[in-house]
């Protein structure tokens, strides 16, 4: 057996196999029950300073 034929036979079904538990354990991860705070940290991001802008940091003010 080839080398290539011995690595195209390992990715057609241990690597295969390794990946989609991968996949699927990301994906269990992210919809974690204890996830949701972080999540929902996360889509307001881009609207913390919408009313007023952000407090200037000690960095900006040097520049």
Sequence with gaps: MS????LR???DSW???G???FFVGTFAWA????SRPIHDDA???PFRNEFQPA???E???KS
């Design 3 to 6: 080398l290539y034929s011995f």
């Design 9 to 11: 036979e390992l990715a």
């Design 15 to 17: 690597v295969l196999l």
């Design 19 to 21: 990946l989609f538990v």
């Design 31 to 34: 919809w974690r029950p204890g």
């Design 43 to 45: 889509a307001g991001i």
């Design 55 to 57: 407090p200037e940091t």
């Design 59 to 61: 960095a900006e003010t």
